[in-house]
């Protein structure tokens, strides 16, 4: 049985940094391309980040040049460091393993097979 998790959220003020981790068990996490997710209440799930099987990253505009993916396939994680946290950075944040190795169309949800539960992010001013 596949589950992934994901770890790491909490409450911080504007400016601060966080790292989430994805880990994964009944998969090898870097057999896959990983995406990272967010979402706030009443939103669809807004696509954040992918990484895949070989390093190759993408990222959202919103979050270009503040959040940063990357994997370490002995720990079988992928990790989403965030800095310079905006106030509408605030949400629910999932990571995703892609259908393949490559980031296809990573920003669509249908893309993905295997989600955590979520963890959540709170950024305070």
């Known amino acids: 049985q596949v589950q992934v998790v994901e770890s790491g959220g909490g409450l911080v003020q504007a400016g601060e940094s966080l790292r989430l981790s994805c880990t994964a068990s009944g998969l090898t996490v870097g057999d896959y391309a990983v995406g990272w997710f967010r979402q706030t209440p009443g939103k669809e799930r807004e696509g954040v980040s992918c990484i895949n099987w070989s390093g190759g990253s993408y990222v959202a505009d919103s979050v270009k040049g503040r959040f940063t993916v990357s994997r370490d396939n002995a720990k079988n994680t992928v990790y989403l460091q965030m800095n310079s946290l905006k106030l509408e950075d605030t949400a629910v944040y999932y990571c995703?393993?892609?259908?393949?190795?490559?980031?296809?169309?990573?920003?669509?949800?249908?893309?993905?097979?295997?989600w955590g539960q979520g963890t959540p992010v709170t950024v305070s001013s």
């Open positions: 995703a393993t892609h259908g393949g190795i490559w980031c296809r169309n990573w920003p669509l949800t249908s893309e993905y097979n295997y």
